[in-house]
């Protein structure tokens, strides 16, 4: 039994690796046709010094990609949600660290810090997380469930407010 089931990991593996590349797939159709979009904005309920704002692409009235971004004194992180039948496949997450604040005569965005996220979900179960560090973390990492049941609370929360400003 043991040797049945080492046998089947790496057909697991690239089951996965086939659902990833269908993502990426739709993320370049997504941003190939963002500007035939109509887009709806609504604030961030981010807590932030600086503010936020949420933007929300849709293809008539499916929700394609939703876009948070908030800002602070020294730095901002931008959030854009993929979707596909309602449901997110693909979360980037960045965050730009500052330097220096914005106003400062000296700023200089060529210094600025990014670090990025990358998160895949299939039928709404994360099957990839790329962490800010380049690392791929495992699925039977406890931090890897902790962080797919938080953003996929978060995607649905954003969704829901796009979709009730875009029925106004």
Known sequence: MK???????PFLWLQADSRVDHIRERYQQINAKISTYR?????SE?????????????SK???MLIVEDVYGEMG???TEIYFDHAAPVF????DYKYSRPMYDSTFDEKETQIAEDRTYFYNNKMIRWIDKEHKIKAERDP???????VLLKYARGLYKRIIAEGRQ
């Open 3 to 9: 040797l049945v089931y080492l046998l089947l990991i």
């Open 39 to 43: 887009h709806i904005e609504i604030e």
């Open 76 to 78: 901002k992180t931008r």
């Open 91 to 94: 979360i980037y997450d960045r």
């Open 46 to 58: 981010e807590e932030s010094s600086e503010g936020g704002a949420v933007t929300g692409y849709l």
């Open 143 to 149: 931090a890897f469930t902790e962080k797919e049941q």
């Open 61 to 63: 009235d499916t929700v």
